[in-house]
């Protein structure tokens, strides 16, 4: 079983529209976790740290599970400026990326 | 303040030719990642520093990577030889401190072709 497991996508909304996906991790000891934004044929960036208790910056929406051991990214209101692929990160010192999830938007 | 720098940002390179790649982090920086990302995959960590230690290097292929950290500050990472199934991009990251909420901050990359 990979450390960090994404569907993939692509997801393809229109603007406005929400859309959600999630990822999975192996370590039930992991403590720390991001979600990264990569654009085409540039860097990973940071989107933003995941949180016990869920966090939210703006139109995006970040939860984690323990129980299940998975997180979630959620957007509202999308953009076009939204399509990009999300990497989905476990800390564990090293971290481990899954494969990303392709967000389209279209007018 | 400058971020974490790479060079060069793209190399084409024969099979079986060496090729390296450089890379300085933003200052201060104890942690320094170097990863490997193929097409449609995410950055898989080849080896991580701890200042000029590097803790974690068991995905890298030693029999033809190698790296170095010479006084905890720049790195660079070479293949010799270079195969086919090298060609991707090789990037950078620093952080302050490894397995705390802190953030890693990626450089533009090395986009490397073997052929």
């Known amino acids: 079983r990979k450390e960090v497991e994404q569907d993939p996508g692509p997801f393809n909304v229109p603007e ?30 940071l989107l933003m740290s995941v949180y016990s208790s869920g966090n939210e910056d703006g139109r995006f929406t970040a939860q984690l599970n323990r129980a299940s051991q998975y997180i979630s990214l959620l957007i509202r209101d999308s953009k076009l ?4 692929t999300y990497l989905c990160v476990v800390n564990d010192y090293k971290l481990s990326f899954g494969a990303g999830t392709t967000v389209t938007v279209r007018a | 303040e400058a971020g974490v720098v790479q060079s060069p940002r793209y190399k084409i390179i024969e099979k079986k030719q060496p090729v390296a790649f450089w890379c300085n982090p933003i200052s201060g920086h104890n942690t320094l990642y170097w ?45 010799q030889p270079a195969e086919l199934g090298d ?14 909420n802190t953030e890693a901050f990626f450089g533009q990359g090395t986009r490397l072709t073997v052929v």
């Open chain 1, 16 to 45: 406005g529209a929400t859309v959600a996906f999630n990822c999975t991790y192996s370590n039930s000891a992991s403590q720390s976790f991001f979600w990264y934004r990569q654009d085409c044929r540039k860097e990973p960036k």
């Open chain 1, 81 to 84: 400026s939204d399509s990009a």
């Open chain 2, 35 to 79: 990863y490997r990302q193929n097409l449609g995959q995410g950055p898989e960590l080849l080896i991580r520093y701890e200042n000029e230690e590097a803790v974690d290097d068991s995905q890298l292929p030693k029999d033809r990577f190698s790296a170095e950290r010479l006084k905890g500050v720049d790195s660079t990472l070479k293949i």
């Open chain 2, 87 to 100: 060609s991707a991009v090789y990037l950078c990251a620093s952080s302050f401190l490894a397995g705390t």
